[in-house]
Structure formats: C-alpha cells, structure tokens
C-alpha cells in the first residue's frame, strides 16, 4: 500500500479514539469489579469487557508500533529525497558549466527539465516564447542532443550510474561533455 501523508494522521486518529475507548472499558470494568468484587470477572458481562478491552489495549500497542515505524520511513524518504534533489543540481550545474550555459540559459534549462512547457517558462520568465526557444535550441546544440527528452534523460541516466552519495560522502560529478 503506498504511503501518503493522509495515512499516519489517520491512524493517529484512530489510535486516539481506541485510547479514549481503553479507557472507559477500562474504568467500567474497574468499576464492575470494585462493585461485585473479583468474583464478578467470571459474570458473562464483565468477560468479555475484559476481552475487549485487552483486545483494544493490544490492538492500540500494535497501531502505535506501526505509526511509529511509517513515521520513521516517511523522515528515511525525505532525506533520500533531499540527497536526490541535491544530486541533480550538482549534476546540472556541473552540465550546465561545462556546456558553458549562460544565465538565461541555465534558468530555461532547469524549468525545461522540469518539465514546463516553452509558454510557462516565457510566462515565469516575463519573455516572448521565441526568446525561449531560441534558447533551448542554443541549450541543446551546446549539450549535444536534439530536444528535451534527451536531455532530461542525459542528467538521469548520470544520476543512475553512480550512487547518490559515494564512499566519501560526496555528490557524483557529472563527466565533461567533448
């Protein structure tokens, strides 16, 4: 089952409606024990108010136990995000210096790969969409490749041939384009 964020607030909220529900099983059977003494934990009333309450009281443990483990994943996966951003802006900067991209370029480069199209990065960028594709076309002639599918797919496929973070904890540089 995928994981979204929706997910723990939702078991949170029933984690605390089975606590608020422990908690009257709980003083109900307290009191039925405090009113008939110990001898009524065989009643078949207050049986299985007691079973039922162990149930929610083991239920409760296990939902916590759970919360708490995708709890720890969500934070595992946002670092992993965050090294994965970061990894492919140093790869782009790095493609970017060494294409020797200008400014404008570099910026109608990043919005290009992504994923917006020519008339939102005019729109970002307050300029004609020729202006724009002037220089995407100036981009791709500098990176070697013939439109955007080629060079969103330049900046992954280095992404993916080292790891994220190498043995000295450095971010992979993206190799000189000739």
């Excluded at 929610?56 to 994943?73: D, H, I, M, S």
Aim: hydrophobic share 45%.
């Amino acid at each position: 089952m995928p994981f979204t964020p929706a997910r723990p607030i939702g078991l949170a909220a029933l984690i605390l409606f089975q606590s608020v529900c422990v908690l009257f099983f709980i003083a109900d059977v307290i009191e039925d024990i405090g009113a008939e003494g110990w001898a009524s934990v065989r009643d078949l009333h207050t049986m299985p108010e007691l079973g039922a309450t162990i149930g929610l009281v083991l239920g409760v443990a296990f939902e916590l136990r759970y919360l708490l483990r995708l709890l720890r994943r969500q934070a595992q996966l946002e670092r992993q995000m965050s090294v994965a951003a970061g990894a492919l802006h140093e790869v782009m900067e790095n493609y970017f210096r060494d294409w020797k991209l200008t400014p404008s370029e570099q910026d109608i480069a990043a919005f290009t790969i992504k994923g917006y199209s020519i008339a939102e990065i005019a729109g970002f960028r307050g300029s004609a969409e020729a202006t724009v594709k002037t220089h995407l076309n100036a981009i791709y002639r500098k990176a070697g490749v013939t439109g955007r599918g080629q060079l969103t797919s330049l900046l992954i496929e280095d992404l993916l041939r080292a790891p994220l973070v190498g043995g000295g904890g450095n971010l992979p540089n993206a190799p000189a384009q000739g």
